[in-house]
């Protein structure tokens, strides 16, 4: 199978030496995305739920640089700094998987880059 690479402007560029995404067949494999504003590059640090939804937002934004969408995510790992706020992010996550319920995992870090509380990895299937 093919390797291709995704790559859009509409999402933060990496910040080391990886690719947004990576497509090989009929499954893209997406980075982990932090809270990044894709114009400035800057983190847009605030409450979980703030950096939660800019993550899924630049998910949503690698995805559809593929063509596809959020209800095409089959897996995602999220990556938490503080299980305490495991329930405000699954309020913000919720919203954008309302109607398609990837499977999931969800752990706690050390750290993540830039600060961030959260990051967000993804799989999906055309």
């Not at 790559?7 to 932090?34: E, M």
Request: aromatic share 8%.
């Amino acid at each position: 199978m093919e390797k291709r690479i995704v790559d859009t402007d509409q999402a933060p560029s990496a910040i080391g030496p990886y690719s947004q995404a990576i497509r090989i067949g009929d499954f893209l494999y997406t980075s982990g995305q932090i809270a990044l504003n894709p114009s400035t590059m800057e983190m847009m640090n605030g409450n979980i739920e703030d950096e939660t939804e800019w993550v899924l937002k630049n998910l949503e934004a690698i995805l559809e640089a593929d063509g596809l969408s959020l209800g095409q995510v089959i897996k995602t790992t999220v990556y938490l700094t503080d299980l305490g706020e495991f329930t405000k992010m699954n309020l913000v996550y919720e919203k954008f998987f309302a109607s398609n319920k990837p499977a999931r995992a969800c752990v706690q870090v050390a750290a993540l880059p830039k600060g961030a509380k959260v990051e967000i990895d993804a799989i999906a299937h055309i």
